[in-house]
């Protein structure tokens, strides 16, 4: 970087600016947040504080930022780096508001707006020369904590450094994927994005289609996030959705597809009757008590959402890839299909034209689409799954106009969009109608990619051990059976052993535990504990939970160092599994909990244990005595405390203070390696701890006493009570433990052991695992 980003100001307190001073915050970059009124600035950080989902990491950061008004505090912009504008979206008032900061602007500072949709020509124009080289648009996603897409729009003027600057600094320490947009209406996802939506409210009506219906369909089976259409739209709001796609209809008056984004009477009326979602409680979907009620788009009266039942879905459904669902669903003969097949066409088409109107490349288009809307593949990602000569005739049979480049593409012998080959992608270029090769990151670490290069070195279908170089290895786990959510099981296991066997044999330097996939584990295999149950196999039961504790603990021991990278959801065993490791370099976004009494169990694969270790570590300074520590570990594993961020883990004893956080999930497995690198260094394999001082009987007692009281109350059951006293005697020591008679790990193992087995006998722990395989839901009994 040319310029070091050190300190920042957002104009603008409302929804977005406010969010956006709090992600600057959780990166630690002190901001001024200015506003029309000290009192209004004040208050947009406070109701910054209040949102759902949260904006910030951890509350404290708020400290970070200063509340500051135009009136007083212009001055103070002269210690700032970047500056960027998030006023309400009129071209006047900001035009005005940069003439008023432009005398305060310190030299070299960076001005940027967060606009969605004005011209960056227009916010330009009368604005003095250095201003314009120094000015571009950096578009943030709402919410902008959890979205990573950023949309960087330079103007004519902007200077390449200026764009380098920004762009190195969102992906590095503000953790965004970046794209690359050109200054037209909308940028590049809301374009498409909200085209694929009215395309789908369109098809909806032309089909007759309800609401579920429409939902069912354009949700997970087509590699969206579960809010699918409908939802998402009383998300966002049907006021915005409107606003966006009225945008596109006023200003795009040659786009051949305009007349789609005309607003249909139904979301007209909708939005003339204030039903605007989830803002007013109100929208497609509307809750009464606990039914959830769907709209009817014909007589605009609602119902009682219903389920829905094609073909098509169940058998999309039935693969366990994105590719292969869509394929599926789209090339069903079915309601479904036929569906499925109109919108993603009509979509396809429209993103292949909007290049290079609205971006260079297919690159920056779909990433735009996954970062921005939650697609799991983008729109060339998605024709090359249909595949391109079979959906180019389909298209054309039906009288369907594909753009002449992808035609000319095809006759030229290029059948797909991507194409990778030794471990090397590379994608089609329109301009040059060739081959070029992906962008390279080198804090990207692409599994796929290692692997087609040879640098697989054990794999089954449960796991793989790969080769990341510098000799360090990789353990990723990859579920045949639910990929998305990565169950443990033995095969995972294996790979873990073999890495154990291979690293000290083969003079490799340590270990990586991470993957890919949507989230880094849910748990363990509950369907395997479940069948184990049903047959009263309780040896074998235990053999299994032996052998979890055993891995972990050769992990936790080995003369290597190992390190975890989890991310998204780490629930129960997966979260067991990364905390065996020696570090963990975790993603920001991290939804870690031992939620194993959900289920009506304890955690059987160490957790106790780490949970326990954690906290006797990180209150040693306080020297509070064996039950302090205990008492913690008890309230994060009886309550199955889930953590909202990385740093929220920390609080709850998942993650220690010599832990990593990564902002930007896309070099998680990079800083991992980093991290590994730098440990092996001087690396000096830990000792099990044998003197684990616990409070035994007598802190057992006391929260036996807490538990009684709530049974009491009725706000536990009696099953709850019966988990909590065998988790009480597991943390405090069991008849061994007491003030004056340590313990050791092993001993805790054991305990914890005894109880797994234990509860998996219980009928009403049975009952719970299989009310959470069949709805996905603990059951409380």
Same mark, same amino acid.
């Given at each position: 970087?040319? $310029?070091?980003?050190?300190?920042?100001?957002?104009?603008?307190?409302?929804?977005?600016?406010?969010?956006?001073?709090?992600?600057?915050?959780?990166?630690?970059?002190?901001?001024?947040?200015?506003?029309?009124?000290?009192?209004?600035?004040?208050?947009?950080?406070?109701?910054?504080?209040?949102?759902?989902?949260?904006?910030?990491? @951890?509350?404290?950061?708020?400290?970070?930022?200063?509340?500051?008004?135009?009136?007083?505090?212009?001055?103070?912009?002269?210690?700032?780096?970047?500056?960027?504008?998030?006023?309400?979206?009129?071209?006047?008032?900001?035009?005005?508001?940069? @003439?008023?900061?432009?005398?305060?602007?310190?030299?070299?500072?960076?001005?940027?707006?967060?606009?969605?949709?004005?011209?960056?020509?227009?916010?330009?124009?009368?604005?003095?020369?250095?201003?314009?080289?120094?000015?571009?648009?950096?578009?943030?996603?709402?919410?902008?904590?959890?979205?990573?897409?950023?949309?960087?729009?330079?103007?004519?003027?902007?200077?390449?450094?200026?764009?380098?600057?920004?762009?190195?600094?969102?992906?590095?320490?503000?953790?965004?994927?970046?794209?690359?947009?050109?200054?037209?209406?909308?940028?590049?996802?809301?374009?498409?994005?909200?085209?694929?939506?009215? +395309?789908?409210?369109?098809?909806?009506?032309?089909?007759?289609?309800?609401?579920?219906?429409?939902?069912?369909?354009?949700?997970?089976?087509?590699?969206?996030?579960?809010?699918?259409?409908?939802?998402?739209?009383?998300?966002?709001?049907?006021?915005?959705?409107?606003?966006?796609?009225?945008?596109?209809?006023?200003?795009?008056?040659?786009?051949?597809?305009?007349?789609?984004?005309?607003?249909?009477?139904?979301?007209?009326?909708?939005?003339?009757?204030?039903?605007?979602?989830?803002?007013?409680?109100?929208?497609?979907?509307?809750?009464?008590?606990?039914?959830?009620?769907?709209?009817?788009?014909?007589?605009?009266?609602?119902?009682?959402?219903?389920?829905?039942? $094609?073909?098509?879905?169940?058998?999309?459904?039935?693969?366990?890839?994105?590719?292969?669902?869509?394929?599926?669903?789209?090339?069903?003969?079915?309601?479904?299909?036929?569906?499925?097949?109109?919108?993603?066409?009509?979509?396809?088409?429209?993103?292949?034209?909007?290049?290079?109107?609205?971006?260079?490349?297919?690159?920056?288009?779909?990433? +735009?689409?996954?970062?921005?809307?939650?697609?799991?593949?983008?729109?060339?990602?998605?024709?090359?799954?249909?595949?391109?000569?079979?959906?180019?005739?389909?298209?054309?049979?039906?009288?369907?106009?594909?753009?002449?480049?992808?035609?000319?593409?095809?006759?030229?012998?290029?059948?797909?969009?991507?194409?990778?080959?030794?471990?090397?992608?590379?994608?089609?270029?329109?301009?040059?109608?060739?081959?070029?090769?992906?962008?390279?990151?080198?804090?990207?670490?692409?599994?796929?990619?290692?692997?087609?290069?040879?640098?697989?070195?054990?794999?089954?279908?449960?796991?793989?051990?790969?080769?990341?170089?510098?000799?360090?290895?990789?353990?990723?786990?990859?579920?045949?059976?639910?990929?998305?959510?990565?169950?443990?099981?033995?095969?995972?296991?294996?790979?873990?052993?073999?890495?154990?066997?291979?690293?000290?044999?083969?003079?490799?330097?340590?270990?990586?535990?991470?993957?890919?996939?949507?989230?880094?584990?849910?748990?363990?295999?509950?369907?395997?504990?479940?069948?184990?149950?049903?047959?009263?196999?309780?040896?074998?039961?235990?053999?299994?939970?032996?052998?979890?504790?055993?891995?972990?603990?050769?992990?936790?021991?080995?003369?290597?160092?190992?390190?975890?990278?989890?991310?998204?959801?780490?629930?129960?065993?997966?979260?067991?599994?990364?905390?065996? +490791?020696?570090?963990?370099?975790?993603?920001?976004?991290?939804?870690?909990?031992?939620?194993?009494?959900?289920?009506?169990?304890?955690?059987?694969?160490?957790?106790?244990?780490?949970?326990?270790?954690?906290?006797?570590?990180?209150?040693?300074?306080?020297?509070?005595?064996?039950?302090?520590?205990?008492?913690?570990?008890?309230?994060?594993?009886?309550?199955?405390?889930?953590?909202?961020?990385?740093?929220?883990?920390?609080?709850?004893?998942?993650?220690?203070?010599?832990?990593?956080?990564?902002? @930007?999930?896309?070099?998680?497995?990079?800083? +991992?390696?980093?991290?590994?690198?730098?440990?092996?260094?001087?690396?000096?394999?830990?000792?099990?701890?044998?003197?684990?001082?616990?409070?035994?009987?007598?802190?057992?007692?006391?929260?036996?006493?807490?538990?009684?009281?709530?049974?009491?109350?009725?706000?536990?059951?009696?099953?709850? $009570?019966?988990?909590?006293?065998?988790?009480?005697?597991?943390?405090?020591?069991?008849?061994?433990?007491?003030?004056?008679?340590?313990?050791?790990?092993?001993?805790?193992?054991?305990?914890?052991?005894?109880?797994?087995?234990?509860?998996?006998?219980?009928?009403?722990?049975?009952?719970?695992?299989?009310?959470?395989?069949?709805?996905?839901?603990?059951?409380? @009994?």
């Amino acid at each position: 970087m040319t $310029m070091k980003i050190q300190k920042a100001a957002v104009l603008g307190t409302g929804v977005m600016g406010s969010q956006i001073a709090a992600h600057l915050s959780n990166a630690g970059i002190p901001c001024l947040a200015f506003d029309i009124s000290q009192d209004v600035a004040e208050k947009g950080i406070q109701a910054a504080l209040k949102l759902k989902p949260a904006p910030f990491y @951890n509350p404290k950061s708020a400290k970070l930022i200063t509340p500051c008004n135009y009136d007083e505090h212009l001055e103070m912009l002269k210690e700032v780096d970047w500056i960027i504008e998030g006023v309400i979206e009129r071209l006047d008032i900001k035009q005005q508001l940069f @003439n008023r900061i432009i005398p305060h602007l310190k030299p070299g500072a960076i001005v940027t707006s967060n606009t969605s949709g004005l011209s960056l020509k227009e916010m330009c124009e009368g604005m003095p020369e250095d201003f314009r080289k120094r000015f571009l648009v950096t578009h943030f996603f709402n919410p902008p904590r959890y979205m990573h897409l950023l949309e960087i729009v330079p103007g004519e003027d902007t200077l390449p450094e200026v764009v380098a600057d920004i762009a190195e600094f969102c992906e590095n320490v503000l953790g965004k994927g970046v794209v690359y947009a050109k200054d037209t209406p909308n940028f590049i996802a809301n374009r498409i994005g909200v085209f694929g939506m009215m +395309a789908t409210l369109a098809a909806a009506r032309k089909m007759n289609l309800s609401v579920e219906e429409v939902d069912a369909m354009t949700g997970p089976v087509l590699g969206r996030p579960k809010s699918a259409t409908f939802r998402t739209a009383d998300v966002v709001g049907l006021d915005t959705l409107a606003h966006v796609a009225n945008t596109a209809y006023q200003k795009c008056p040659d786009d051949e597809s305009r007349e789609i984004f005309k607003i249909p009477d139904f979301l007209a009326k909708m939005i003339e009757n204030k039903w605007l979602g989830q803002k007013t409680r109100q929208g497609f979907y509307k809750k009464e008590g606990k039914t959830i009620l769907a709209l009817d788009l014909e007589t605009m009266e609602y119902h009682p959402k219903k389920k829905v039942r $094609m073909d098509g879905i169940r058998v999309a459904k039935s693969h366990h890839k994105t590719a292969g669902k869509i394929k599926a669903l789209a090339y069903n003969p079915d309601k479904a299909g036929q569906f499925a097949w109109e919108i993603l066409a009509d979509t396809l088409i429209y993103s292949a034209n909007r290049i290079p109107e609205i971006a260079d490349d297919i690159v920056n288009v779909d990433n +735009a689409l996954k970062w921005g809307f939650g697609w799991q593949l983008g729109p060339f990602e998605i024709w090359d799954a249909l595949g391109l000569e079979r959906s180019l005739r389909r298209m054309k049979d039906a009288g369907k106009k594909p753009p002449r480049w992808v035609e000319e593409m095809v006759q030229n012998g290029h059948t797909s969009f991507y194409r990778s080959q030794d471990g090397r992608a590379s994608y089609y270029d329109v301009h040059s109608k060739s081959y070029q090769p992906m962008p390279e990151n080198p804090r990207v670490v692409h599994l796929k990619l290692l692997k087609e290069k040879g640098r697989v070195l054990r794999e089954n279908w449960g796991a793989s051990l790969i080769d990341l170089g510098d000799g360090v290895l990789c353990a990723e786990f990859h579920s045949i059976a639910q990929p998305d959510f990565n169950p443990l099981d033995p095969a995972m296991f294996d790979i873990l052993s073999e890495a154990l066997e291979i690293i000290p044999r083969e003079g490799f330097t340590g270990l990586v535990i991470a993957n890919q996939s949507p989230h880094f584990s849910a748990g363990a295999n509950l369907a395997m504990i479940m069948s184990m149950c049903e047959n009263r196999e309780w040896e074998r039961i235990n053999l299994v939970s032996k052998l979890f504790q055993d891995i972990g603990q050769q992990l936790k021991y080995s003369p290597f160092p190992v390190v975890s990278a989890p991310f998204n959801m780490c629930l129960g065993g997966g979260l067991e599994i990364a905390a065996a +490791a020696n570090r963990i370099t975790a993603s920001a976004e991290l939804y870690a909990g031992l939620v194993e009494v959900g289920v009506g169990l304890i955690p059987g694969g160490g957790g106790t244990l780490r949970v326990l270790l954690n906290f006797i570590r990180k209150m040693e300074r306080m020297r509070p005595g064996p039950f302090p520590p205990v008492q913690k570990a008890f309230e994060t594993i009886a309550y199955a405390k889930v953590s909202s961020s990385a740093a929220e883990a920390m609080k709850l004893g998942y993650l220690t203070k010599e832990d990593r956080i990564v902002i @930007n999930p896309d070099h998680l497995i990079y800083e +991992a390696k980093q991290t590994v690198l730098d440990l092996a260094k001087d690396y000096q394999a830990p000792e099990p701890n044998t003197e684990i001082y616990l409070p035994g009987e007598g802190g057992r007692m006391t929260i036996e006493v807490t538990l009684e009281n709530l049974l009491k109350h009725g706000v536990i059951s009696p099953h709850d $009570m019966l988990i909590g006293k065998k988790l009480a005697y597991i943390l405090t020591g069991g008849e061994r433990g007491g003030y004056t008679t340590p313990v050791d790990e092993q001993y805790q193992l054991d305990l914890e052991r005894e109880a797994f087995v234990s509860l998996c006998g219980e009928p009403k722990t049975q009952d719970r695992i299989r009310h959470m395989l069949k709805k996905g839901k603990p059951l409380r @009994n």
